[in-house]
């Protein structure tokens, strides 16, 4: 038995390395994508701790090299969906009932491997997989996750703490429940940490997790995999379920002992998985938790007042980086007439600094999106613009996709507010601009407001205090993360919780106690002292 009640340290973001020529992690950092790229590895399901290889299998392949196969993996089916839930099942008996300091030591443990010896193996696993820069793969694969880790100990401590009063005669107790059966994680191609984070925020809550890796980073999402193995999580805990999608979910969300599902990924998707849960609540054994984070349409205003270098600056880097694959890319923008010559200017002599090709040469800007359907996708709404009476393009518009998936940083100009792409989601480097009269500020952020059917991100640029209070007050449901005078990227865990609402998510804000809570179910003791 066990009489104690640690504390968990504060938190602390993870610093973000510099990797200088000459650096120790540069060095090692190439060294292990050397290694990867020599490799061919086979990825096995994974169940109840056994690897299973199911003999269907796919290819992992680099987007900037896609001839370039980095391994295989084994897909799941209707039968390993079966055998996961079970061994999820019997996990939970022992996992729920594991001392709550016991489990956050995993996850604590798992970040400092995630910190040191893991962490070029979880960068370079992400620059092959993901086609993602050092700069972006650090920022993602090491510091996020390791932040989310961390700070989802320490928000757990918190929680935990937080006790209901006693009267004299009374005493009060909360006792913090995990879900009754397991948690369905599917997990996006785009950020190693989120599909961290989608499996390990219930599992540290006590919850067992079957997780659903994008099916384009499952190399990334195997590395992941062996770092809690190596801090020792127990088998069957998470339970990793490559595969086709429609057929693992139909066995999954059908389960009577579904309990919550922790999702990102394209609103559609999630839409679907919500029509399907509500179809059938009444064989579930309770109503399951439907957490996601889907898309976006991000936003940024700029005011008649605002710097004009600043907002070129904001623009490129929340438009270009990571290829647009982000869902708080910046995707439209409205620019005052008055101020475009100079924002224009400045964003063209930005986009000409921007090396694509290669991420493994450490000053490329962009890689390549993803794979071919997004590449074809991103092209059709380029095409889209070049056929457009009332819409043309300034910079970009080339792709190529011979050697690897690749796009050129593109801007729209356009002077239809309602241009396709003013109002559909592309993911990929694509930024519309439409002008407005500088005396319509107002009008503007209306029309901003009421464009999209999302509400995730977006930016207002103003240097007039007023204006900025007004964009504030005027866009209050359009971005759960709304950011003035910088881009609407970059939302660092513990310092901006993440979600949107609309038909861009349940804006349970990963990265913060809301997010835990919803891997909760709070039970209240009353005991007698009369």
């Known amino acids: 038995m066990q009489f104690h009640s640690p504390k968990v340290n504060p938190f602390v973001n993870e610093p973000v390395k510099s990797y200088l020529p000459g650096s120790p992690e540069r060095i090692e950092l190439q060294r292990e994508l050397e290694r990867m790229k020599s490799e061919n590895i086979e990825i096995p399901v994974i169940i109840g701790g056994k690897e299973i290889k199911t003999g269907n299998t796919a290819a992992c392949v680099m987007p900037h090299d896609h001839k370039h196969v980095l391994g295989h993996y084994h897909k799941a089916g209707r039968r390993e969906a079966v055998l996961a839930i079970e061994a999820a099942l019997e996990a939970k008996k022992k996992w729920e009932r594991l001392p709550w300091s016991s489990r956050v030591a995993i996850f604590l443990k798992a970040a400092e491997l995630a910190a040191g010896p893991w962490r070029a193996k979880l960068n370079a696993a992400t620059m092959l997989n993901q086609s993602k820069t050092f700069k972006q793969a650090e920022i993602d694969a090491a510091c996020e996750l390791v932040d989310f880790m961390r700070f989802n100990a320490h ?30 994680a599917v997990a996006p191609f785009n950020f190693t940490a989120i599909g961290s984070n989608l499996a390990a925020a219930p599992a540290i809550c006590g919850n067992t997790v079957l997780l659903k890796p994008a099916s384009t980073a499952v190399y990334s999402a195997y590395v992941v995999y062996k770092l809690y193995e190596a801090a020792g999580l127990p088998a069957g805990v ?34 679907t998985i ?55 890319a910046a995707s439209r923008t409205y620019v005052p007439k008055s101020l475009w010559p100079q924002v224009q200017d400045a964003l063209m002599a930005e986009i000409d600094k921007i090396k694509i090709g290669n991420v493994e040469v450490f000053d490329t800007f962009m890689g390549a999106v993803i794979d071919e359907k997004s590449f074809n996708n991103i092209k059709g709404y380029i095409q889209a613009a070049k056929n457009a009476e009332d819409a043309k393009i300034i910079a970009g518009g080339g792709c190529s996709g011979d050697k690897g998936y690749f796009v050129e ?3 729209i100009l356009t002077e239809n507010p309602h241009f396709v792409t003013m109002q559909e989601e592309i993911f990929g480097p694509v930024l519309t601009v439409y002008l407005y009269e500088d005396e319509a500020f107002e009008e503007t952020l209306k ?28 866009l209050t449901h359009s ?15 513990g310092q901006q919780p993440f979600g949107g609402a609309r038909l861009s998510g349940t804006n349970d804000k990963a990265g913060s106690m809301l997010n835990l809570l919803r891997w909760l179910s709070p039970r209240s003791i009353k005991e007698n002292l009369a």
């Open 155 to 184: 928000c757990l401590s918190n929680l935990y703490a937080d006790q209901p009063i006693s009267g004299l005669s009374a005493w009060n107790k909360t006792d913090y429940r995990p879900l009754e059966g397991f948690v369905f």
């Open 238 to 271: 998470i339970n990793f379920l490559p595969g086709d999608a429609s057929e693992i979910s139909e066995v999954i969300l059908g389960h009577e002992s579904m309990s919550g599902v922790h999702f990102t990924g394209s609103t559609k998707v999630f839409q």
């Open 274 to 328: 919500w029509k399907t849960v509500g179809s059938q609540l009444d064989s579930y054994r309770t109503f399951p938790r439907l957490v996601g984070e889907t898309g976006g349409k991000n936003f940024v205003v700029v005011h008649s007042s605002a710097d004009p270098k600043t907002v070129a600056h904001g623009l490129a880097e929340g438009a270009f980086e990571y290829q647009g694959q982000k869902c708080s």
């Open 409 to 411: 940083p593109t801007v």
């Open 447 to 474: 029309l901003c407001d009421t464009t999209s059917k999302y509400g995730l991100t977006g930016s207002i640029f103003a240097r007039d205090p007023y204006a900025i209070q007004l964009a504030n007050e005027a």
């Open 479 to 493: 971005a759960g993360n709304f950011y003035i005078n910088v881009r609407p990227t970059g939302a660092v865990v």
